[in-house]
């Protein structure tokens, strides 16, 4: 088992930056691929990065390349996700996620565990 805990949302304004953060408890952090995942208001939950387990591999959703950063330190057992140059289009609860492969996958069926989420609130 593992445990997710998501920290860092908030409410910022449209070109502000935030940093999430997910702590990780409970079985080895760094044998496990992790991504963020966001739902919006009425919408589908949706992928938004991922990194592999060692940190060598990295892959963004095409809406937040170049404005989000993934990044993991598993001697913190810490996975972030860096936001920059917000919109209120990015406004939605933002997950983290853990998956026991060394792949990231971008379908949220493919992780096995689940944090319960931070609310971020992009206001224009």
């Known amino acids: 088992q593992v445990q997710l805990v998501e920290s860092g949302g908030g409410l910022v304004q449209a070109g502000g930056s935030l940093t999430l953060s997910c702590a990780a408890s409970?079985?080895?952090?760094?044998?496990?691929?992790m991504g963020w995942f966001r739902q919006a208001p009425g919408k589908e939950r949706a992928f938004v990065a991922g990194?592999?387990?060692?940190?060598?591999?990295?892959h963004y959703a095409d809406s937040v390349k170049g404005r989000f950063t993934i990044s993991r330190d598993n001697a913190k057992n810490t996975v972030y996700l860096q936001l920059n140059s917000l919109k209120p289009e990015d406004t939605a609860v933002y997950y983290c996620?853990?998956?026991?492969?060394?792949?990231?996958?971008?379908?949220?069926?493919?992780?096995?565990?689940w944090g319960q989420g931070t609310q971020v609130t992009v206001s224009s």
């Open positions: 996620a853990a998956r026991d492969s060394e792949l990231i996958g971008t379908w949220g069926s493919r992780y096995d565990y």
């Open positions: 990194i592999s387990w060692r940190g060598g591999s990295t």
């Open positions: 409970g079985r080895t952090f760094s044998r496990y691929t």
